[in-house]
């Protein structure tokens, strides 16, 4: 079975700009997910943050499932920020929140993973809750190479990355 994939804004910035560092590293995730048939989420969260410095016409979202924000993803959000019990001193509080409503989502839907490029907000936050056993969806990062066996569910690595 294929895991399904929430699609973080940088993720998707980064898949589209050929000149992001990260840029062929989301390809690699991009191809394998399609490859794959798993299921890909386009949050409206991330369809607002991308579309106040671009349209989100520049993304191809036939490939995509639109997932709205709805009561029931407020309601996960507002628990995940109180788990946090906020965000650290110097974090962006509004960038803040729009993560945590993205995992909210991922949580309600389902979604044991978002791609991101975002690693000091979206990944430490996620991060911090799953290493707590709070939450249980996986953020990948792109800074981290490209590695399929990220998207296992049962965790294992391939024999690759070991030798």
């Not at 895991?3 to 910035?13: E, M, P």
């Not at 001193?89 to 490029?117: C, S, W, Y």
């Not at 939450?135 to 792109?142: F, M, P, S, T």
Request: proline letters at 4%.
């Amino acid at each position: 079975m294929t895991a399904s994939v929430l699609l973080d804004t940088s993720f998707l910035i980064s898949l589209v700009d050929r000149n992001r560092p990260n840029h062929g590293i989301a390809a690699q995730y991009y191809r394998l997910l399609l490859e794959q048939q798993s299921p890909l989420y386009f949050s409206a969260i991330v369809a607002a943050e991308i579309a106040i410095k671009q349209p989100i016409t520049d993304f191809p979202l036939k490939n995509f499932r639109q997932i709205p924000f709805n009561i029931p993803h407020s309601t996960e959000a507002a628990r995940i920020w109180n788990l946090l019990g906020g965000h650290d001193n110097g974090d962006n509080r509004a960038v803040v929140k729009d993560d945590v409503k993205i995992m909210a989502q991922a949580l309600h839907e389902d979604i044991p993973f978002i791609l991101t490029e975002d690693a000091s907000t979206l990944y430490k936050y996620c991060e911090r809750l799953r290493v707590a056993h709070k939450l249980n969806i996986r953020a990948i990062k792109l800074a981290d190479g490209f590695d399929s066996s990220a998207l296992r569910l049962d965790g294992q690595k391939d024999i690759e990355a070991y030798i």
